[in-house]
T-cell receptor, first 114, second 111 residues
Framework: QKEVEQNSGPLSVPEGAIASLNCTYSDRGSQSFFWYRQYSGKSPELIMFIYSNGDKEDGRFTAQLNKASQYVSLLIRDSQPSDSATYLCAVNFHRSGGYNKLIFGAGTRLAVHP | DAGVTQSPTHLIKTRGQQVTLRCSPISGHKSVSWYQQVLGQGPQFIFQYYEKEERGRGNFPDRFSARQFPNYSSELNVNALLLGDSALYLC??????????FGPGTRLTVL
C-alpha cells in the first residue's frame, strides 16, 4: 500500500468552477499535511499546510483534514487556467531524533479550461 | 528576500561518474532537505540536515551522501552514477524542518 495516494487525473474543470483534489494517507501518526503546486518543468511551490482537523482557508484555497478517515483535500474556488498544474499532497510524520520527512503522493494533474 | 538557490541548473554525466549538487537555503533557515523526483512521481526524501548534523536519511544507497556547512548551505554527492539516477534533485529549506520551501532544482541526466 502506498503511503500517500492521489488520483493521477487529469482532473478537468471549467474556468470559474470549484476544483476538488483528494489525498489519503496510511500512517495514522502523521501530524502535518501540505499541498504543493508544480508547474511542468518547475519545482514544487508550497500553497497550503494544515495541522488540525477541519478546514483552513487562504484566498481561493481551502484545505480540509480528517485524521480519523486519514483524508486531506484541497478545494480551489473560482478555478483559473493559471491553476492548471500538478498538485502534490505531502504528509509529515515526525521521526525520532526530531527530523521531518515529507512523504509525497504522485500528484494530481489539474486542467482548467476556458 | 532571496529564495532557495541551487546549482547547477542542469547537468549531464556518464555512468560511473560522480556529481556534486549545491544548495543555499533561505536566509535564516537552518534546515536543508534533499529530494529526488523522477518523471511522473512525487519527490522522494533523501536527507535532512539541521544545524550541520544529519537528522534523517531516506532509502537511498550509500552512493548518496551530503553535508551541511556552517553557513547552512549544503552539498549532495552521488558517486558511481547509474542511469536510474537521472532525475530532478530538489533542495528544500526550512526554519524548523516543518514547512519546507523548494529551490528550482538541478536536473541530472546520466548517459
Amino acid at each position: 500500500q502506498k503511503e500517500v495516494e492521489q488520483n493521477s487525473g487529469p482532473l478537468s474543470v471549467p474556468e470559474g468552477a470549484i476544483a476538488s483534489l483528494n489525498c489519503t494517507y496510511s500512517d495514522r501518526g502523521s501530524q502535518s499535511f501540505f499541498w504543493y503546486r508544480q508547474y511542468s518543468g518547475k519545482s514544487p511551490e508550497l500553497i497550503m499546510f494544515i495541522y488540525s482537523n477541519g478546514d483552513k482557508e487562504d484566498g481561493r484555497f481551502t484545505a480540509q483534514l480528517n485524521k480519523a478517515s486519514q483524508y486531506v483535500s484541497l478545494l480551489i474556488r473560482d478555478s483559473q487556467p493559471s491553476d492548471s498544474a500538478t498538485y502534490l499532497c505531502a504528509v509529515n510524520f515526525h521521526r525520532s531524533g526530531g527530523y521531518n520527512k515529507l512523504i509525497f503522493g504522485a500528484g494530481t494533474r489539474l486542467a482548467v479550461h476556458p | 528576500d532571496a529564495g532557495v538557490t541551487q546549482s547547477p541548473t542542469h547537468l549531464i554525466k556518464t555512468r560511473g561518474q560522480q556529481v556534486t549538487l549545491r544548495c543555499s537555503p533561505i536566509s535564516g533557515h537552518k534546515s536543508v532537505s534533499w529530494y529526488q523526483q523522477v518523471l511522473g512521481q512525487g519527490p522522494q526524501f533523501i536527507f535532512q540536515y539541521y544545524e550541520k548534523e544529519e537528522r534523517g536519511r531516506g532509502n537511498f544507497p550509500d552512493r548518496f551522501s551530503a553535508r551541511q556547512f556552517p553557513n547552512y548551505s549544503s552539498e549532495l554527492n552521488v558517486n558511481a552514477l547509474l542511469l536510474g539516477d537521472s532525475a530532478l534533485y530538489l533542495c528544500a529549506s526550512s526554519w524548523t524542518g516543518e514547512e519546507q520551501f523548494f529551490g528550482p532544482g538541478t536536473r541530472l541526466t546520466v548517459l
